[in-house]
């Protein structure tokens, strides 16, 4: 059989791109149709993370894209352009300086469970650990920063500077589906990039758990000993599983020192800082204390909005500023929700060929919040505010600028958008002609400053209420 043509190869990106959306991304571009041998269609991916991360998540859907492009039984198969590292990884001997090269080079070792995780010379597909694969998606070129989580980030990314000596271990903790994972994987392909040969073990707390449990019951403590004690960097996504379970916490105590004492890093997340995890023995506590613990936390609307457009570019998406502020205003409680809802609009444009606008993501993500099943109007909204604030809606909708007139103008402006349908355009125009980018720019504000005053956050509270509670028009 014949190689793939380019009018074949862009038939085959297209039918992926129609049938199956949602794994689709911006960096599939950079992939290349290689030979078809025997029936086997080889595709060339950049780097050894995108290849893995194809030969794990996206193989069924490229093979039926393959089949149905040539019309053939064929298979695929993902490889990794990447040259092979020549040996990198700076030796000691040529490297006297211990603190900026704190890590041995690498020695010749007996896998067992293979958990170095450096995926370009991971050969094998029987590796257990392979639940745990690096997504592309993960990087820090793709990671949004704001007050949330800018010490986490800038310590994530000290490490990939200084492993071992700068913040060891680092220590990330937050709420669901606030970055944490993200930054951990950013790590972790930052220094592989960096030092190709680097040993990096990456897993959840879970896997850790689970394979110390097996080893146990099939008398193997020895290699998973040795498995995870030499190793370069040693990443465990949600250590809070650790708690509760007392003799995985004595042999992660040990295996912790033996890898801060020669200065290989730990990076670590949990959902909650060190001495809040429950039932976590002191002496761990007091490690995970000992080098940068870090939080995430909720994101602030400016921040939405720039993880919901970070999320479209990266599925190669143009979204309208009009959509891009729905969906942050819409979904203010995580990251992971933002990219839910992107995934969800994509696919409903898709299935309808049409384009995403503004009516298709109302229809779509709903009601700005659950709380509007009240169906308030504008009015409901500015009968609370003026009545509140004691304003008129002349004043509202006046030009003035005095902060008794732009507090409740731009709190009535955030409640307009949350409770009724009107577009960002349409409450613009209604208060005072202003346009759009006023009204992102009020929300904007609105939502900042419920976060750090507690009173607004009440007066909020109490507005919503009452808004909820009328009569629906
Ligand atoms: P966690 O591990 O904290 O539960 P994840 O790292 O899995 O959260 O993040 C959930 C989703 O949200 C991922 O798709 C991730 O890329 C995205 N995400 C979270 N925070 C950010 C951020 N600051 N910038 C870009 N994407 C983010
Ligand atoms: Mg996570």
């Not at 790590?187 to 040993?199: D, F, G, S, V």
């Amino acid at each position: 059989m014949s190689n793939l043509d380019p009018a074949q190869w862009r038939e085959m990106i297209a039918y992926l791109q129609r049938q199956h959306t949602p794994i689709c991304r911006q960096w599939f571009d950079r992939l290349r149709p290689g030979e078809l041998n025997g029936g086997l269609l080889t595709i060339h991916a950049s780097n050894a993370i995108e290849k893995n991360y194809l030969q794990k998540r996206c193989l069924s859907q490229f093979t039926e894209a393959a089949q149905v492009t040539t019309g053939a039984l064929v298979g695929v198969q993902f490889a990794d352009t990447s040259p092979r590292p020549t040996h990198t990884l700076p030796s000691v001997a040529s490297s006297p300086d211990p603190i900026s090269q704190p890590w041995s080079p690498v020695v010749p070792h007996e896998p067992f469970g293979t958990p170095l995780r450096n995926p370009s010379r991971a050969d094998d597909d029987t590796n257990p650990l392979d639940q745990t694969v690096i997504s592309p998606d993960y990087s820090f070129d793709t990671f949004i920063t704001g007050p949330e989580n800018a010490l986490a980030h800038s310590a994530a990314v000290a490490v990939t500077n200084q492993p071992g000596t700068t913040y060891n271990p680092l220590f990330i903790h937050g709420g669901v589906g606030l970055g944490k994972t993200h930054l951990l994987q950013a790590i972790c392909q930052r220094l592989l990039e960096k030092y190709p040969t680097m040993r990096i073990c990456y897993l959840s707390c879970d896997a850790f758990v689970n394979q110390f449990l097996d080893c146990v019951q099939q008398g193997q403590m020895s290699q998973f000993r040795h498995q995870y004690r030499h190793v370069d960097l040693l990443v465990i996504d949600d250590i809070h599983f650790l708690a509760n379970r007392e003799r995985t916490q004595e042999e992660f105590f040990h295996t912790f020192n033996e890898l801060h004492q020669v200065k290989h890093q730990i990076v670590l997340s949990s959902d909650s800082p060190p001495h809040e995890i429950p039932q976590l023995e002191d002496r761990l506590v007091s490690r995970f204390q000992s080098g940068m613990v870090a939080p995430v936390t909720k994101p602030h609307f400016e921040t939405r909005v720039a993880i919901v457009r970070a999320k479209a570019r990266v599925r190669g998406l143009e979204l309208l500023d009009d959509v891009i502020s729905y969906i942050a205003t819409r979904i203010d409680s995580n990251a992971r929700e933002l990219e839910g809802a992107v995934t969800t609009l994509q696919g409903h444009a898709a299935i309808h060929q049409g384009p995403i606008d503004l009516a298709l993501a109302q229809q779509v993500l709903g009601e700005p919040d659950a709380s509007s099943t009240s169906q308030a109007t504008l009015e409901h909204v500015i009968d609370a505010v003026t009545g509140y604030y004691n304003v008129r809606l002349s004043d509202l909708q006046s030009k003035r600028r005095h902060k008794s007139i732009t507090a409740p103008r731009q709190v009535c402006m955030w409640l307009a958008r949350r409770h009724t349908r009107f577009s960002l355009e349409e409450i613009g125009g209604y208060f005072g002609g202003r346009d759009h980018t006023t009204v992102m720019h009020a929300i904007r504000i609105v939502d900042q400053r419920i976060s750090d005053d507690p009173e607004l956050n009440r007066n909020i509270e109490y507005l919503n209420a009452q808004i909820a509670k009328r009569p629906s028009a």
